[in-house]
Nanobody
């Protein structure tokens, strides 16, 4: 079965950095597109970053230049390096797996809380 588990969240001051990790199992990780999303209370979940099987990455405009998504296929891990954090980055961050057959998200992690104090 597919399993995704996020870690690395925490409390940081504005301008600080955090690295989130997503540990994956139960599928051919190297062939998968993996995403990072976030959801703040009372707001819609939004796609923050995505990385495809070739390592190509895309980002939400508001995090470009600050966040970097990467993957380590040998470890079945995806990372989100977050620099220059702002209070508006405060949210629960989730990783997900893209199902290219169904053209939808088919798996979610449990989420990890990121809080940026002003």
């Amino acid at each position: 079965q597919v399993h995704l588990a996020e870690s690395g969240g925490g409390l940081v001051h504005s301008g600080g950095s955090l690295t989130l990790s997503c540990a994956a199992s139960g599928f051919t990780f190297s062939a998968a597109t993996i995403n990072w999303h976030r959801q703040a209370p009372g707001k819609e979940r939004e796609l923050v970053a995505a990385i495809n099987s070739a390592g190509g990455a895309s980002y939400l405009d508001s995090v470009k230049g600050r966040f970097t998504i990467s993957r380590d296929n040998a470890k079945n891990m995806v990372y989100l390096q977050m620099n220059g954090l702002k209070p508006e980055d405060t949210a629960v961050y989730y990783c997900s797996k893209w199902n290219h057959i169904n053209r939808s998200i088919d798996s979610w992690g449990q989420g990890t809380q990121v809080t940026v104090s002003s």
